[in-house]
């Protein structure tokens, strides 16, 4: 993973003192509140529902076993309210319908779909010494939030996928240099974020981002990139419209800067709900297109451009420093990998489906990439305990050189592990929890912390998600269902990317009720669902005591109508999405008919 030089530890340790300034100013009254406001956002600092709220950036999802535990570290000792401040959230809470809200939770960090680590209840006054320990294993939340660049997000698997042409991370390394702090693109009309792959399989969901990126070889051998400019979520959903099939990869910061200009001036500041380069590209189409081509010449006339120069490009690249690991001819991998797959198997069924599931093949064909679980009966998708993350930091150190990965799915992923350690790791990960072989499927689902934490959540999400795993907890079930993404949002801000799932929920506000909104066919641009696209409304929104039978009745037409080795997806198309609707609404009826 990247190893930080000395000048960027210098900057992250310069930032934290400076916040720790304003900080201090603010707390004695000489800094106001309304000038605080964007020092504290473009620190990741947001002020949520009950508490203030910290988002710590991962760039493209690496973290180290000490930054683990730094985390773990915040949560046990930071993230915790006063005792009168979590009886009185508490109190707040109530029942949606029939299903119980859940209890408020401390003491937890929580993975989020662009990579980041979020807690939700350290107290503002404690911020400062929150950033000095971050800062000290060389994190931050530098432009986690704020209408900036935020975040680079790139694959789990990047620099060891099977499927992947060009290693994305010292290109988002270099992308993240040139976008911290810049100061021309530090007030944007909107947010704005930036997801890189350099594989086959998209899973950075590039075509759902301002910008997605793409590194690839022409047929010359060429390495350049794929550029895709638009896409994003919200009340919108968009698909990124491709605006380069290859730029040269030297060129990338000229054209971002192009890209970004032009959003910058041309973008709406009078309407927030139509600020989002995703409105300005649906717009003006090929007229902002060719402003931006317009732009990027003159970038490239003016001599004061920002061509990456060859010598740059491996100064950051010999920053990300593999491990040193065995290496061995596929055959002989695979002939060792079938005799451990079949002495494990003898111990255990279940370690077979942990296999299938949980475990991906590896650029080093004797080693392999390893999901560690964070789905489970009574945790909100994404959480992870001081204690889990101190675990996963132990197992980080034992078997993957002391690396791990967040993914997309809000999962922690270990990048190098050797396949003869394969069954000890899952022993040691059953025993801490990690192990349920349900990746990608049903119960892996994605969802936000929804109205019990976010101020902007028009409902809640978390007690959805946790009726929904209470009724596919059977193993038997949730694989003859087969790969299936739930993504859950609390609001229209579409955190859970709720578009994006093969069945989304959407909470909706409906005369200070809560209420959900069901949607089908939805993909994050994966080869399992095709095309990066929107689902489709399945009618009026359903009560939260509907749901669940809502989901059920949708996967019974499945079940019912589908061929041998059909996917959801597929059967969704084949059979026509009005079949499935009329099930949902079918179990409404019944619902209401069961609890009249």
Partial sequence: MYQYTEFDRAFVQARAAQYRDQLTRNLAGTLGDDEFRPLRLQNGWYIQRYAPMLRVAVPYGELNSAQLRVLATIARDYDAPSPELLAQAQATQDKIGHIAAPKLTTHYAHFTTRQNVQFNWIPLEKSADVMELLASVNLHG??????????????????????????????????????????????????????????????????????????????QGEVGFQVFVGGGMGRTPVIGTEIRAFLPWDQ??????????????????????????????????????????????????????????????????????????????????????????????????????????????????????????????????????????????????????????????????????????????????????????????????????????????????????????????????????????LHISGCINSCGHHHSGHIGILGVDKDGQEWYQVTLGGSDGSTLSGAAKAGKVVGPSFAADEVVDVIEAVLEVYKDQRTAGETFTDALQRVGFDAFKNAAHAARHATARATA
């Fill in 142 to 219: 530098i432009q986690t939030s704020g209408n900036c660049i935020r975040n680079i997000t790139s694959d789990e698997r990047a620099g060891i996928a099977v499927d992947e042409d060009v290693d994305p991370r010292p290109y988002a390394e270099v992308l993240r240099q040139w976008s911290t702090l810049h100061p021309e693109f530090a007030y944007l009309p909107r947010k704005f974020k930036i997801a890189i792959t350099g594989a086959v399989e998209d899973r950075a969901a590039i075509a759902w981002h301002d910008i997605g990126l793409r590194v690839l070889r022409n047929d």
């Fill in 252 to 485: 990338i910061i000229n054209y971002l800067e192009a890209v970004v200009r032009v959003y910058n001036g041309w973008g709406r500041r009078d309407n927030i709900y139509k600020a989002r380069i995703k409105i300005l590209v649906k717009a003006e189409g090929q007229r902002y297109f060719d402003e931006v081509e317009a732009e990027y010449q003159r970038i490239l006339a003016n001599g004061a451009h920002h061509t990456i120069p060859q010598a740059e490009l491996e100064r950051v690249s010999a920053c990300f420093v593999a491990p040193v690991l065995t290496q061995c001819s596929a055959s002989d991998a695979e002939a060792r990998i079938a005799r451990i797959l079949r002495a494990a198997a003898e111990d255990d069924v279940e370690f077979g489906r942990w296999i299938e599931r949980n475990v991906a093949a590896h650029k080093n064909p004797d080693m392999r990439a390893v999901t560690l679980s964070f789905k489970r009966l009574g945790q909100a998708p994404g959480d992870a305990t001081a204690d889990q993350l101190k675990l996963a930091a132990d197992l980080a150190d034992k078997y993957s050189a002391g690396e791990v990965r967040v993914t997309h799915d809000q999962n922690l992923l270990l990048p190098w592990v050797g396949c003869d350690q394969l069954p000890e790791l899952w022993r040691e990960a059953r025993k801490a929890g990690f192990a349920r072989p349900n990746i990608h499927l049903l119960s892996d689902m994605i969802a936000c912390p929804g109205g019990d934490y976010c101020a902007l959540a028009n409902a809640r999400s978390l007690p959805i998600a946790a009726a929904i795993t209470a009724r596919y907890q059977d193993l038997d079930e949730l694989f003859d269902l087969g790969e299936i993404d």
